[in-house]
C-alpha cells in the first residue's frame, strides 16, 4: 500500500528544485558572462541576462586558446581511458567471477581498497613511473643480480627504458585502471544465470568465446552507464595532463588549456584578466561531456538500476 503524503511530496520536491538551482546557477551565470564585454562582465552588480557578444567571446576563446588539436587531443584521451577502462574492468572482473582460483577475493578487495586512493594521493610514484615505465623490471634484474651477470659474461648493459612523458600513452595508460568498474561488472555478472553458464559450455563455447558472444551482449546497459561515466572522468582530468605533459602544443588538452587564459597578472599587476573569454571557453570546455550524459542519459541509468537480467 502506497500512502498519499501531498505535503511530504511537496517538501521533496521543493528541496528537488532547491538543488537544480544550485547546480544550474553557476552554469547560468557563465553563459551571461560570455555573453557580454568585459566592461558588463566587471561592473557591478552581476548581470542575470545574456549580452550580445557571446559568438564574438567564442570564436575569440577558440583561437586565443588554440582549441582545435586541443579538443582533439582531449578526445583521443577521453575514448582512449573508455576503452582501456571498459576492458580491463571486463576481463578483470569475468576472471574473479568465473573462474575458480585460490585467492580470488582477496585480489578482489584489494582492487576495491584502492577506490580509497585516487590519483592525487599516488601522483609521485606514477610520474616516477611514466617517466620510465620499465624501471619496475630494471629494479628487478638489478635485485637478482641478472644485470649483473649479463654484464660481467658478455660485456652488456641491461638499461630498459620507456619514457611515457609527452605521449598519448602516458596520458592514457595511467588512468585505464579502474575499480568501480570492475565492481560493476562483478556485480553484474554475479546475477548470471548458472545454466545460462552450463548451456555455453555444453555448446563447446570456451572462456573467451562466452564472454564476447554471451556475457558482453548482456552488459550493453553496464558498458553504456561505465563508459558515461569514464568519460565524464578522462575529461576533466587535469593535474594529470599538466604533470606529465609539457610539450602542449602537441599534447596539450583543452582542461589545462582553459587556465591560460586566466593569467597569473592579477599579482604581477598586470590588469584585469578577460574573464568573458575565460567564460566563452569554459561553455566549449563543458559541451562535450554535457552532451554524452545527454545522449546516453537512459543507458546511463538503466545501467545503474536495472536488475532484470
Known amino acids: 500500500m502506497i500512502e498519499r503524503t501531498p505535503w511530504l511530496n511537496l517538501a521533496t520536491h521543493l528541496i528537488l528544485i532547491l538543488g537544480l538551482v544550485m ?36 570564436r575569440t576563446a577558440w583561437v586565443e586558446s588554440d582549441f582545435g588539436p586541443k579538443f582533439v587531443n582531449s578526445l583521443i584521451v577521453a575514448t582512449g581511458v573508455v576503452i582501456g577502462k571498459i576492458t580491463l574492468a571486463c576481463i578483470t572482473a569475468f ?30 610514484p606514477t610520474y616516477a613511473v611514466a617517466a620510465n615505465a620499465l624501471s619496475p623490471f630494471q629494479t628487478l634484474l638489478d635485485v637478482t ?18 619514457n611515457l612523458l609527452n605521449s598519448y600513452t602516458g596520458l592514457i595508460l595511467p588512468l585505464v585502471a579502474t575499480a568501480t568498474g570492475t565492481f560493476l561488472y562483478r556485480q553484474f555478472f554475479l546475477t548470471v544465470p548458472d545454466e545460462l553458464v552450463e548451456a ?16 558482453i551482449p548482456l552488459s550493453k546497459t553496464n ?14 582530468q587535469y593535474l594529470w595532463p599538466l ?23 592579477l599579482t604581477t599587476g598586470g590588469g584585469t584578466p578577460n574573464w568573458h573569454i575565460a567564460m566563452a ?29
Open 95 to 124: 576472471a574473479l567471477v568465473f573462474f575458480n582460483f585460490r585467492g580470488r577475493m582477496l585480489i578482489f578487495w584489494m582492487i576495491f581498497i584502492t577506490l580509497m586512493l585516487p590519483l592525487e594521493i599516488r601522483i609521485v
Open 23 to 58: 547546480i544550474l546557477l553557476p552554469i547560468w551565470l557563465t553563459f551571461v558572462a560570455a555573453s557580454h564585454d568585459l566592461q558588463t562582465v566587471n561592473t557591478a552588480p552581476v548581470e542575470f541576462w545574456p549580452g550580445p557578444y557571446l559568438l564574438d567571446n567564442l
Open 281 to 309: 571557453a569554459t561553455l566549449m570546455v563543458m559541451l562535450p561531456p554535457i552532451a554524452i550524459v545527454i545522449f546516453m542519459q537512459r543507458w546511463f541509468v538503466r545501467g545503474l538500476i536495472n536488475t532484470d537480467k
Open 243 to 265: 604533470l606529465v605533459v609539457t610539450d602542449r602544443a602537441a599534447y596539450g588538452v583543452v582542461v589545462v588549456q582553459l587556465s591560460d587564459l586566466v593569467p597569473d597578472n
Open 200 to 215: 555455453a559450455r555444453m555448446d563447446g563455447a570456451g572462456p573467451l568465446r562466452f564472454l564476447w558472444d554471451t556475457l
Open 145 to 162: 643480480g641478472i644485470t649483473w651477470a649479463v654484464q660481467t659474461l658478455s660485456g652488456l648493459q641491461i638499461a630498459l627504458e620507456w
Open 223 to 236: 558498458i553504456a552507464a561505465l563508459a558515461t561515466i569514464m568519460f565524464v572522468y578522462a575529461w576533466n
